[in-house]
């Protein structure tokens, strides 16, 4: 079955660099695209960052352009995001997620991983 599994997240304070990632298994992790979004108490989940499968093509909310950078390492199925200039309105669980199925689609979410930035 799919699995993601999300790490590295923890407290940080403004102005400083993250990485979290996600350990993918149970699906073709080289031929998907890969996503994160993230939520805070009481909002929707947004979309943070997505990245094709072979890594040529990545798009990422305006909120993050020129800080975040998404990324994938398809020989260990892991993917990452590498947040630098940490502001205090990231702070939120970052979740990854895969969305699988042609005529059915449906959206595979990981336990979250949660970020704080805070001084």
């Known amino acids: 079955q799919v699995q993601l599994v999300e790490s590295g997240g923890g407290l940080v304070q403004p102005g400083e660099p993250l990485r979290i990632s996600c350990a993918a298994s149970g699906f073709d992790f080289g031929i998907s695209a890969m996503s994160w979004y993230r939520q805070t108490p009481g909002k929707e989940r947004e979309l943070v960052a997505r990245i094709s499968a072979a890594g040529s093509t990545k798009t990422y909310a305006d909120s993050v352009k020129g800080r975040f950078t998404v990324g994938r390492v398809n020989s260990k199925n892991t993917m990452y995001l590498q947040m630098d200039s940490l502001k205090p309105e990231g702070t939120a669980v970052y979740y990854c997620?895969?969305?699988?199925?042609?005529?059915?689609?449906?959206?595979?979410w990981g336990q979250g991983t949660q970020v704080t930035v805070s001084s």
């Open positions: 997620n895969v969305r699988k199925g042609e005529v059915t689609p449906r959206d595979y």
